[in-house]
């Protein structure tokens, strides 16, 4: 591959990037916290992602800094400062070879599942990637003595920890979400788009399943149980969003395009 058409390719890459966090602001996935992330495309022990601001405000190549995978520092390092956590793309990217997109985010309407003991499960079909079940991580169990316990995964033990909740000890993840106890929810996907999908529906599948347990409570023990999708149902399901991404993709960048706050020079 020629370094011509390399260029191109990071080129696309850059401003798909910086779509997809508009898309996520525009959503109400991310406020002026929560972070999107890509692998490198040719360098894959490298990642990169925003410099510390708000994602609805990227708006060029120069507010990308890239990280190399191994320790979450700046290949460059007079770069401008970084998201705190950058770690929980890191340690993600490290343990899972074929993950090349990863978000974080603060959802409120996903963070009660991870403090209720009520688990998040897949309620209609745009939600089937979410499986039988959703993992909680607890970050107050991988806490060492020395670490500021103010709920962030500022390092590469705690995004180790976070990191290994997707698995079962592979390096294939089994799950595409893990929520995070008292902070919001982790997504990874093969590609930005499929990324950026995954983090839309697990808060649209929360709001739902909220709505679906209000509304039983509301009319007590008689009501029937409430009908999660079957394992065979979520992978089909799975499926089906993976072939149709492209079809909501096409639509939130033309929301994002559309509006006048968000600016994409890439």
């Known amino acids: 591959m020629d370094a011509n058409h390399e260029k191109t390719t990071l080129e696309q890459l850059t401003r798909k990037f910086i779509t997809g966090c508009h898309i996520l602001h525009y959503h109400n996935v991310v406020d002026a916290y929560g972070h999107l ?3 490198h495309p040719f360098k894959s022990d490298r ?3 925003s410099r510390y601001i708000a994602p609805g405000t990227i708006s060029s190549p120069n507010d990308l800094i890239e990280y190399y995978v191994k320790d979450a520092e700046p290949v460059d390092p007079n770069s401008s400062k970084g998201y705190s956590e950058r770690c929980i793309h890191s340690e993600c990217y490290k343990r899972y070879p074929s993950v090349q997109s990863v978000i974080h985010s603060h959802s409120e309407a996903v963070v009660p599942y991870t ?3 009520v688990p998040l ?3 209609f079909h745009m939600g089937g990637f979410l499986g039988t079940g959703v993992p909680v991580w607890d970050i107050g169990e991988a806490y060492q003595p020395d670490d500021i316990k103010d709920m962030l995964v500022r390092n590469v033990h705690l995004g180790s920890s976070l990191a290994a909740t997707f698995s079962d000890g592979g390096d294939v993840p089994k799950h595409a ?3 995070m106890r008292g902070h919001g929810l982790t997504v990874v996907a093969d590609n930005i788009e499929e990324c950026v999908l995954r983090a839309i529906y697990t808060q649209k599948n929360a709001a739902i399943q909220t709505t679906a347990l209000t509304t039983r409570a509301a009319y007590g023990k008689a009501t029937q149980e409430i009908k999660y999708l079957s394992e065979e149902e979520s992978a089909a399901a799975t499926n089906m969003t993976k072939w149709s991404a492209q079809r ?4 939130w960048v033309r929301e994002v395009e559309a509006s006048n706050l968000y600016v994409n020079a890439a």
């Open 248 to 251: 909501p993709w096409k639509l």
């Open 177 to 179: 979400v893990a929520l």
């Open 47 to 49: 990642f990169c992602m």
């Open 121 to 123: 499960r897949p309620c």
């Open 37 to 39: 992330s890509f692998r």
């Open 115 to 117: 403090i209720s003991g």
